[in-house]
């Protein structure tokens, strides 16, 4: 039977992030779904697309337009604030991703925290919040979504990854401390998005368990999160890549609306692990199933999820710039489809 859609894309992708109940399984996008087709297609091309509001709204709109996606997400890298804080950029060309350089980090320990005056106004982060406020206005019925850096991710470009983490290990309250005075980063720029029209954010975070453990982030990072929640006021969507189940049951006490989760977790798996408390978005594969493999692979990582329950389908994390149309399309083709044969 046909399926009859009686939701817009918004009001499906609010709704479950509300956990409230759903025509189908919205497919949204926490991270970046552009690529390099795309980027030619609109004549947006990296990192032109990361600097400039027009080029930025005009990319991200195609997760809607050309994939099907019931969301938008503007914002691609995860290094925009870290750029307007004055590090040290590598902005890539059109094919890679820009990086904060980590060779000369440029603080070493809290009392080197500032936010430099005009911080909202630095135009990497005004390309972000100018597009949130184009995209809203051009797509009414279509969820928007944007992003704010946690403070441990902030934390690695600021100070580089290895002396963060060492820095862990020698003296937690000085750890504490940076964190502290990080996350008000996190709250402004987090702010500044929610007023332009952002529906939802997503707030990467990430300590994943490739480098530290969940006790970890029960004590660095639990509170952090449930004070964000207090304190912006749209539902956030905790991304941390890599294997994360052993810390999901924490994420699922920070009142967080979402995790956005990485297929090295098994979808059914990671449902029991949250316990109904957190909606679970992503785990299609990308660096195998949708850079290198084909629509029907993406079907079946779709399937999957769908049937462990996860409430909303997408790409794990940012997806490879070169990852093939059709596969993408794909996503919430299948979606529609197992509604469909269930309709
Ligand atoms: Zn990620």
Known sequence: ?????TMTCRERVMAALNGQPVDRTPCANPTNVATVELMDMMDAPFPAACRDPELAARLASTGHTELGFD??????????????????????????WPTVRMANPIWKGPDDIRIPEG??????????????????????????IGKTMGPWTLAYHVFAVDKFLLMSIDDPERTMECLHKLKEISVLFGQAQIAAGADALTFPDHATGDLVSSEYYRRF????????????????????????LDRMPYIA????????????????????????????????????????RGPEEVRAEVVRCL??????????CAIPLSTKLENLIEIPRAVKEWHEARA
Request: glycine content about 4%; hydrophobic content about 45%; overall charge negative.
């Open 221 to 244: 990072l639990q509170d952090i999160h449930r004070e964000m929640v207090e304190r912006l006021d749209v539902p956030l969507i905790l991304h941390i890549c890599g294997r994360t």
């Open 71 to 96: 969301s938008i997400m503007p914002y691609f890298t995860i290094i925009q604030e870290s750029s307007a804080l004055g590090c040290d950029m590598q902005w890539e060309e059109k094919d890679n």
């Open 253 to 292: 006490d920070t009142g967080m609306a979402a995790f956005h989760f990485d297929s090295k977790n098994d979808p059914q798996e990671a449902m029991d692990a949250v316990e109904g408390k957190i909606v679970l978005v992503g785990n299609v594969n990308n660096p195998e199933t949708l850079y290198a």
């Open 307 to 316: 049937e462990a329950g996860v409430q909303m389908i997408a790409p794990e």
């Open 1 to 5: 039977m046909a399926l009859v859609e």
């Open 119 to 144: 911080f909202l106004d630095h135009p990497d982060n005004v390309t972000i919040v100018k597009a949130i406020e184009i995209l809203r206005r051009e797509f009414p019925d279509v969820a928007v």
